[in-house]
């Protein structure tokens, strides 16, 4: 038996109870576990009119570590510091008012302006088991809630023929930025400058893309993608006709109050082709010479596709009653250039004969 002089182990004995409050408190400031199958902390976030946000943070024990089927919550820190999560709170010793698979459920008001939230529990089993780290659920925030936005935006719309039609805006408190529109695989990319404020629109992506993003120039992240989604609500159907004058060919197309505004091309057999970009809800006209056989075939990529007689040909026919030469040839009026032609030439014979008579012998000529 060893025998210890009673300073000696009064010594020994407070490095002890030294040694065991430092081992308890590394265990308790283990850090957070947000990883644990069997137990999550999941969160809500919403910006909301007054400039806040409003955070629902959801606790879920599903699988203890251990055969309990209580628990309390030894410690629950929240970040920011001066904020609470209601009712969240620790419980006393001894108390475990949890049970697996209740959702504890608590709300959380911060500032707009908040940068980063974050709730951390540590948790005891009814058992009397103590989980050795912490569980987190923290979530980042862009701290403009309630703030005019900043960064540009992108809308897309799918067209018909597989292409889509990009929109860009630039929020007046924005800066000034070129945005980048790209397709994967990579055969399309166009960098358009967008000041504050600024909207472009129509930017036309040809098909054949899988991906469509717009990116920020110099930066790496996108911030919009979009895959091409065939949408029957953008292929149009409009009310084609033509008529035929003596002197011209129109086309006539009325397209419907859709929300929507077309490209069409008027592609004529002879003589160039026209242009037009006609809004929903209008009716525009477009008029080619008449030329024989003409023929004016229309496209556009909004067109329902499965409607194929919009296409055309659109055909010039002479109308009844046209004088011969209309289509393509001068308007022929008056009398006959052959019967004018014969008439002065027998007047000049006439004339010479009479003219040489004279001369030869005098010849009176009674009127």
Known sequence: MINIRSWPRRVLAALGAVVVSLAGTLVFMTPANADYPGFSINHEVRCTADGTYQIRWTVLAETPTTDATRYRFVKVEVIPADTSIDPIAASPEGVFPHSLGEPVIG???????????????????????????????????????????????????SRCD????????????????????????GSFSRTVSVAPGQTVKGIVVPRGFDVLSVTVAGERESFATYSWAFDPSHCVVPDIRARSTCDELVIVVSVPDVGLYLFVTFDPNRGPEQRRTIVSGTTVD????????????????????????????????????CADGGGGGLPVTGQSTGGVVAGAGLLLGVGATLFVLARRRRIWFTV
Do not use: H, M
């Open 286 to 321: 477009v008029s080619f010479p008449a030329v024989a056989g003409l023929a004016v075939t229309l496209r556009s990529d909004e067109f329902d596709p499965q409607v194929t007689r919009l296409n055309g040909p659109y055909r010039w026919e002479r109308p009844a009653g």
């Open 162 to 185: 597989g292409s889509a039609l990009v929109d860009l805006a630039n929020p007046p408190a924005g800066r000034a930025v070129d945005l980048v529109v790209k397709t994967l695989p």
């Open 107 to 157: 709300s959380q008001s911060l500032p707009g302006t908040t940068t980063y939230a974050d709730l951390i529990v540590w948790v005891q089993w009814d058992d009397g088991y103590v989980e050795t780290s912490g569980f987190s659920g923290g979530v980042p925030l862009d701290g403009r809630c309630g703030q005019p936005p900043t960064d540009p935006t992108a809308t897309f719309q």
